[in-house]
């Protein structure tokens, strides 16, 4: 079973509930709102288990496992299930983590923060800006 090519520049086409999710984060309000208003690409290079994913966006540029919009820097554990990347993280903010998939031409990705008794998730959606 050969695992997905996640290969490509992936354009945001859906971004659903990410101000909530960067307001569990603790995320300042003027963070948020200049974070919510922007539709950044993913940039991925992958090459078996080997992962290059950057986020390019007018706001800044990072990659994924280093810190994200918050800036916290984190513990990331990234592991195969099936054709699904799945992060945990450990940090400043625990059980917080991600699901990438992809269905098509879509890259999927489900963030969650589980804040008990809760789970904050937001949904992203991109789409390949090419085929390899």
């Known amino acids: 079973h050969m695992p997905a090519d996640y290969n490509g520049v992936w354009k945001m086409i859906l971004n659903e509930n990410f101000e909530e999710y960067l307001k569990a984060l603790d995320v300042n309000v003027a963070v948020r709102k200049i974070a ?10 992958h090459n078996g288990n080997h992962f290059i994913i950057k986020t390019i966006s007018a706001f800044r540029k990072f990659e994924e496992d280093l810190a994200g919009v918050d800036d916290r820097k984190c513990m990331t554990t990234i592991s195969w299930d099936d054709d699904k990347l799945v992060c945990v993280q450990r940090g400043e903010k625990q059980n917080r983590g991600w699901t990438h998939w992809i269905d098509g031409d ?26 390899v």
């Open 36 to 45: 919510t208003l922007l539709k950044p690409d993913k940039d991925i290079a």
């Open 106 to 131: 879509e890259l999927h990705l489900v963030r969650a923060l589980h804040l008990h008794p809760i789970c904050m998730r937001y949904v992203a959606c991109m789409q390949n800006t090419y085929s």
